[in-house]
């Protein structure tokens, strides 16, 4: 499905949407990039499908989000997509515990309620994706969000869960 690209897609600048997307990157930077975690071997496996230079690029560009700037090309918001998505099936799948205990363990002496994450995690991602949906009148585009959502981040969460089951 060929989509134009020059697009923009523009995300309220809101507390909520800014979070998000802060913490979808503090989520994935621990399952990429934390030694207790072994998914060095999904990057080395899967360096095509994450593309980790690409990934390395756009977290850049998120981490400068402010209140003004959150505009993204439709192949970023897309990959944005993805990478919320994946975050969120990861935890459902049935590697989480690892993950949790991980996530626990470096906030042993904050008030965290890694339950309460998730929930606030599930809900605003949710938000995030309906608001794009009632609001894009691209049917092109939602389409290809959806197929791109279902079919890549599937399959990298069946990876992802494979190498933490062992």
């Given amino acids: 499905m060929k989509i134009k690209t020059d697009e923009f897609i523009i995300l309220p600048p809101n507390e909520e949407n800014k979070t998000l997307i802060w913490e979808t990157f503090e989520i994935t930077q621990c399952i990429f990039c934390d030694d207790r975690l072994p998914t060095s071997q999904i990057i080395k496996e899967n360096l095509e499908e994450i593309n980790f230079e690409y990934y390395q690029n756009f977290l850049e560009k998120c981490s400068k989000i402010d209140e003004t700037e959150l505009i993204f090309n439709i192949n970023e918001f897309l990959y944005l997509a993805q990478t919320i998505d994946f975050v969120a099936k990861c935890f459902i799948g049935s590697s989480i515990d690892k993950l949790e205990k991980m996530i626990i363990s ?53 990876r992802f869960n494979e190498v933490l089951s062992f």
Avoid: A, I
Avoid at 136 to 152: R, T, V
């Fill in 106 to 158: 470096d906030l042993e002496y904050e008030d965290f309620d890694f339950k309460e994450f998730k929930k606030w995690y599930w809900t605003q991602s949710t938000n995030l994706f309906q608001e794009f949906r009632d609001t894009c009148k691209n049917e092109k585009l939602l389409k290809c969000f959806n197929d791109e959502l279902n079919y890549k981040n599937e399959k990298l969460l069946k």
